[in-house]
Structures are given as structure tokens and as C-alpha cells.
């Protein structure tokens, strides 16, 4: 049986997360949408390890993120946002673009409850007007 050591069995498991670290992206790649359930809350010990490890591939994870802005849970929408697809190096993939538009100009009520409407004007006004 192989283990996946770099997947975190719970919230405070960082040694998953030095783990994870260590790897090159083509290891981890079938285990995105495991590791991305790790930012549905930043307060969690392993959310800030793992969005830093993921942050220079969010275009290599965009249909990922892209699944998760189209959910329900506007707080792991903020946090994909702000954490994550904020510091990304790369430009956004238009799909995913064309979502974190959406959130910005016609939010839910619970996409701004939660801030995810603000995070995503943030990405649009602070990247997208330079590129």
C-alpha cells in the first residue's frame, strides 16, 4: 500500500504539510482537491503551509479552483481567494477569471457575507488592470 505522508490526517497535522513541501507538484497533482479541502479554514494549522505550497501553481489547478468557487461555501471561496489565487505569479486562467468576475461584480449574499466578493475585487483592481 502507498502511503500519501504529505496529505494532512487532520487540521494540526504539519508534518503532512513539511511533507508536502518536499515534493515536486507532478507527485501531488491527483491529490489537489484532498489538500485544497485544507483551506476551508485558515485557522487550521495546515491551511497557510499548504496554500503556500500551492500559490506558483494555481494555473496548473484552476479547473480545481474553479470547482470550488462554484460550491456553496463562501468562507473556503474567500479563502481560495485571498490565500491563494491572490499571490499567484502566473496570469489566471479566463475560466477561473470569468468566476472571480462574477463573484466581484453580482455576489451572493453570502459570497459578501463571507468577503469573498471583496477578495475577488481585490484580485481584479489589483492584478488585472496591469496585464
Excluded: C
Excluded at 497535522?13 to 491529490?31: E, G, Q, R, T, Y
Excluded at 470569468?98 to 475585487?121: L, M, Q, T, V
Aim: zero cysteines; a negative charge.
Amino acid at each position: 500500500m502507498n502511503k500519501k505522508y504529505y496529505i494532512p490526517k487532520d487540521k494540526s497535522d504539519i508534518s503532512a504539510v513539511k511533507n508536502l513541501n518536499s515534493l515536486p507538484f507532478n507527485v501531488v497533482k491527483s491529490d489537489v482537491p484532498r489538500l485544497l479541502e485544507s483551506l476551508q479554514d485558515m485557522h487550521w494549522d495546515i491551511a497557510f503551509g499548504v496554500a503556500k505550497y500551492f500559490i506558483p501553481y494555481v494555473s496548473d489547478i484552476s479547473n480545481e479552483l474553479l470547482l470550488i468557487l462554484k460550491t456553496g461555501d463562501e468562507n473556503w471561496k474567500f479563502n481560495i481567494l485571498n490565500a491563494l489565487v491572490k499571490y499567484s505569479p502566473d496570469k489566471i486562467d479566463p475560466e477561473l477569471l470569468r468566476e472571480i468576475e462574477r463573484i466581484a461584480k453580482y455576489p451572493s449574499e453570502g459570497e459578501i457575507e463571507d468577503g469573498a466578493h471583496f477578495a475577488a475585487k481585490q484580485i481584479i483592481e489589483n492584478r488585472f488592470l496591469y496585464e
